[in-house]
């Protein structure tokens, strides 16, 4: 197959262009954001388009002769759609219209949406099916849940065969710094101070980006058109919980902990029923504490990757969110 897979330059898009440029060809189209890097992508073949799936022209382009489509692309940090929702709207709807319409135009095979656990709003018990009801919570979440609306108003309205995924909390190699795990991660390392929101009990779903990436392989070829896949992962962890596990293995002691005022609109529990994908043969490989020891492990090996991210436009973001600076 040929794929057009957007938002690659990013953490899970690259994964899987890891995993999917085995078998197949890929092109990349990535508008290159502040979390888009083409670093991401060393050693992976690929053909690389800068643009955005918003622009329609760059979009035709790009999609030209392919196969199938894997949409990534997004705005994808919580806090920072709750400080501006502009471009979350520009690229979840509107850049996920371009796409479709270009899809079906151009009569591309298959279309796959990436999307969230986010989109269902926060459990308080038990867990989401995919037919659970849309109540999202924040701006990210709600342009995402526009956006699949948008993918299952094109199956029904022009019979593209198009699939949504959505995963819970990922983490893993390349991950922004901005989000929980590799924030906290980078801070211990660093010996700054890692910032927990509220009463720190909140509870995620942690799924390895690997996994995510292989249920994404998998549903682009075996799922049913116009289903949508949820893919949770193996364990449901508290946020405090999640911060002692990581001090402990960058060996730092608790006293780096500092409670912070809470996230607005915090959700309060994410968590998926899976069993549609474990249907087509899905499991996840890679347990949590597995899963963080090599995470942790990534960031200590890799401090090329990190620390000019730590030094540039991040440096800002966490001044304004966190209202302290960040050590070196
Ligand atoms: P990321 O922020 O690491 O990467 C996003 C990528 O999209 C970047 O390379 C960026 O440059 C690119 N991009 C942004 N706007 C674009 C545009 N208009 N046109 C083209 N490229 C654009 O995000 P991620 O964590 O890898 O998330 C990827 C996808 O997975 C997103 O759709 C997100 O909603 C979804 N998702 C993420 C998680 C998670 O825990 N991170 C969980 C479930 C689903
Ligand atoms: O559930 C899937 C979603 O997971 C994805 O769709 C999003 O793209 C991804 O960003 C993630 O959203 P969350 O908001 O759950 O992830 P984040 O890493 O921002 O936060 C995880 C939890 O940790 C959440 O309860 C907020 C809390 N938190 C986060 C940060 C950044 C803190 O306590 N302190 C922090 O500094």
Avoid at 88 to 109: N, S
Avoid at 113 to 123: A, R
Avoid at 234 to 254: M, T, Y
Avoid at 281 to 297: D, I, K, S
């Amino acid at each position: 197959m040929k794929l057009l897979v957007t938002g690659a330059a990013g953490f899970i898009g690259s994964t899987y262009a890891r995993l999917a440029a085995g078998e197949h060809d890929v092109t990349v189209l990535d508008k290159l954001t502040y979390a888009g890097r083409r670093e991401n992508l060393e050693e992976v073949e690929h053909v690389f388009v800068h643009g955005s799936i918003s622009d329609p022209g760059i979009v035709r382009k790009a999609m030209e002769g392919c196969d199938a489509v894997v949409n990534f692309a997004a705005e994808s940090h919580v806090d920072r759609s709750i400080a501006g929702q502009d471009p979350f709207v520009e690229t979840h709807v509107i850049g996920t219209g371009v796409l479709l319409e270009a899809a079906r135009q151009l009569g591309v095979a298959r279309y796959l949406q990436v999307s969230t656990d986010e989109v269902y709003g926060s459990i308080a018990s038990g867990s989401f099916t995919e037919s659970s009801p849309l109540d999202p919570s924040s701006p990210y979440s709600a342009t995402k849940a526009a956006g699949d609306l948008l993918v299952s108003s094109h199956v029904h309205t022009h019979g593209i065969e198009a699939v949504i995924c959505r995963g819970s909390n990922n983490y893993g190699p390349r991950q922004y710094p901005e989000k929980l795990i590799p924030l906290i991660t980078l801070n211990a390392l660093q010996g700054d101070r890692l910032p927990v929101y509220g009463d720190g009990r909140q509870v995620r779903n942690w799924l390895f980006v690997e996994d995510f990436a292989r249920a994404i392989h998998l549903v682009l070829q075996e799922g049913e058109p116009g289903r949508v896949y949820n893919v949770g992962g193996p364990d449901e962890c508290e946020n405090i919980d999640v911060v002692r596990r990581v001090l402990a293995l960058a060996g730092r002691d608790e006293s780096l902990i500092e409670y912070v005022t809470d996230r607005p609109g915090h959700d309060r529990r994410y968590s998926l029923c899976s069993d549609r994908v474990r249907e087509l043969g899905w499991q996840a490989q890679v347990h949590f504490e597995e899963g963080l020891t090599r995470t942790v492990q990534w960031y200590r090996d890799n401090e090329p990757w990190w620390a000019p991210i730590r030094s540039g436009e991040y440096r800002e973001y966490y001044e304004r969110q966190y209202g302290r600076v960040l050590g070196r």
